[in-house]
């Protein structure tokens, strides 16, 4: 056991967190997962449920458990760009302090994206690069970032900063799963007859977009975790290739059987605010497993990201030049999560 790597996954539930778990324990580690609602336990990881926010609460979790390396993918969200900052530099803060004082601590990862670059505030210069100069804060990326250098320093162990571009996983509960979500909005457009509209703002219709794959994230969170190439450094994390709605969305209007229609700018938060009972009864009609549409859909996150009217990419060529070669193909990513999704009947 003194030589097995002790992993623990801070934000397990999440899109990025829950595919990291697997492509851990599939490859030998042992794994903790944090995160409010804990999980159910099998062989190779074990969930813990805590509240980061809480330190002393953190600390005495954490404390019989001889960490080797911490996996930050944890989010708490706020009503502003400020307000993002003090509750997740705290949670970063606990968790950080409690695998501290784990002995056999070698490496921090810490989950980020392109807000790093300003890409929430407006058009920002694409591709964007790790290379690139900061902007005025708060960003709580940026923030995070500073704290674990800051403490990093004079330490044995070393840090590497992921920034994934919008993730297509599997994770239920989780605000940011724009692949589910589109697929529960598609599933409801069939349910009530209608086509497939893009409800976006009409210059995100064009712009250039891309994704990052869960598992393919996964798989490039453990490589820079485990290897020298990586230390002590961020990476752009992204599957490779870009994509624009104009094209994509009919595409996935056919996987679903769907017409599509012209695009109309509407707020899926509010359209959607009244569906609650529908999606109910096509739970039921169809023997879903959840039949609470708010664990399935995050609307405002969809609405957010259909709302970029700019490009939304980065070079990820940097993480490809130190060892890391794998790609995904975006159109069949979302091939493969929207059958995953029926098999594991959370769609119809």
């Known amino acids: 056991m003194n030589n097995q790597r002790v992993a623990v996954v801070a934000g397990a539930n999440g899109v990025a967190g829950n595919k990291l778990i697997e492509e851990l324990v599939e490859t030998g580690w042992q794994v903790i997962g ?20 809480d330190k002393a609460a953190t600390l005495a979790l954490l404390k019989p458990l001889e960490v080797t390396h911490l996996f930050y993918t944890a989010y708490q969200h706020a009503d502003s760009w400020a ?28 989950m980020q994206g392109y807000k ?19 902007h005025m804060p708060p960003e709580f990326n940026v923030a995070q970032q ?3 250098e800051d403490r990093q320093a004079g330490k044995n162990w070393h840090w590497t900063a992921l920034r994934p571009s919008v993730v297509g996983g599997i994770s239920t509960g989780n605000p940011m799963n724009l692949a ?69 969305w009919p595409k996935i209007a056919a996987w679903f059987d769907l017409a599509v229609a012209p695009p109309l700018p509407m707020s899926l938060k509010e359209v959607m605010s009244d569906k609650a009972a529908l999606w109910q009864d096509i739970a039921s009609k169809h023997s879903l ?18 709302g970029w009217d700019y490009d939304m990419f980065a070079d990820g060529s940097k993480l490809r030049r130190a060892g890391f070669h794998h790609y995904c193909e975006t159109e069949q990513m979302f091939y493969r999560l929207f059958t995953q999704f029926r098999q594991l009947r959370l769609i119809p």
């Open 289 to 306: 497993q959840e039949n609470r549409i708010g664990q399935l859909a995050g609307w405002e996150f969809v609405d957010f990201v259909l």
């Open 146 to 148: 500073a704290l674990i």
């Open 116 to 134: 790093v670059y300003g890409a929430h505030l407006g058009p920002f210069k694409t591709p964007a690069r790790e290379s690139d100069e900061g």
């Open 34 to 53: 944090l995160s409010r609602r804990g999980g159910k336990d099998r062989p190779g990881v074990r969930y813990l449920s805590v509240d980061l926010h």
């Open 180 to 248: 589910l979500s589109l697929a529960v909005y598609a599933s409801l457009c069939k349910e009530l007859h209608l086509p497939f509209r893009f409800p976006g703002k009409p210059g995100a219709w064009t712009s250039l977009i891309e994704m990052t794959d869960a598992g393919m994230l996964a798989k490039a969170t453990v490589w820079a975790a485990t290897g020298t190439a990586a230390k002590n450094q961020a990476f752009n994390v992204n599957n490779g290739d870009l994509f624009r709605w104009q094209e994509m």
């Open 83 to 110: 307000g993002l900052v003090e509750p997740n530099l705290r949670m970063l803060d606990n968790v950080l302090t409690a695998a501290e004082n784990a002995s056999r601590l070698e490496h921090v990862s810490l």
